[in-house]
């Protein structure tokens, strides 16, 4: 079956604009993650949504980050003017329940690169 | 508050020999501990996890890891590496917090020769 799919793959931007990142996870997996990865910071989380709502929003670095998630399907992470040091690959993941054994499925991820 | 260390950013071993990455935890509660792998331009793979039970732990791909908790490690090993176990391996900890959110290491880059 269909993996997580992520969208733009890339996506460069200039400083102050702002971006939205989509991910389309698993049909039916109920958790949703994002994560950052960039050369500095490894592997960071960002925000993770249970359904609609999102629990845990303890990894987003400022208020210029946002997240949404409809229908307990899509979401799309927004960062509102851009900086330079948001350049990172955003990885998104998916599972198919809370629980903490239960397998994250990530996609390809979005690299996101701010001039 | 859970942590997770790798020792070496950079392993490179010849192929047929032994993989041998290494991974330390810290957690204030029973851990649950995982190895992905990523290729490169991809997303993240799970190769194996530990939760409870047997501490000897068989992934994909010819991988093991084995929980110490003595130790609070997990090293991943593959007894003969091949050219397509060319990758990134990251080990991460499960916050068990609620969201099940990872937390990760900095990743091993493996390199290996022919």
């Known amino acids: 079956g269909a993996g997580v799919s992520q969208s733009p793959s890339n996506k460069v931007t200039e400083k102050g604009k702002d971006v939205e990142l989509r991910c389309d996870p698993i049909s039916g997996h109920t958790a949703l993650y994002w994560y950052r990865q960039s050369l500095g910071q490894g592997l960071e989380f960002l925000i993770y949504?249970?359904?609609?709502?999102?629990?845990?929003k303890s990894g987003l670095p400022s208020d210029r980050f946002s997240a949404e998630r409809t229908g307990g399907s899509v979401s799309t992470l927004t960062i509102q003017r851009t900086q330079q040091e948001d350049s990172a690959v955003y990885l998104c993941?998916?599972?198919?329940?809370?629980?903490?054994?239960?397998?994250?499925?990530f996609g390809p991820g979005t690299r996101l690169t701010v001039t | 508050a859970q942590s997770v260390t790798q020792l070496g950013s950079h392993v490179s071993v010849s192929e047929g020999a032994l993989v041998l990455l290494r991974c330390n935890y810290s957690s204030s509660v029973p851990p649950y501990l995982f190895w992905y792998v990523q290729y490169p331009n991809q997303g993240l793979q799970l190769l194996l996890k530990y939760t409870t039970g047997a501490t000897l732990v068989k992934g994909i791909n010819g991988f093991e890891a084995e929980f110490k908790k003595s130790e609070t490690s997990f090293h991943l090993t593959k007894p003969s590496a091949h050219m397509s176990d060319a990758a990134e391996y990251f080990c991460?900890?499960?916050?068990?917090?609620?969201?099940?959110?990872?937390?990760f290491g900095k990743g091993t880059k493996l390199t290996v020769n022919p």
């Open positions: 949504f249970q359904g609609n709502s999102a629990p845990d």
């Open positions: 991460a900890v499960s916050d068990r917090s609620g969201s099940e959110k990872l937390v």
């Open positions: 993941a998916s599972s198919s329940n809370r629980g903490w054994a239960y397998e994250q499925y």
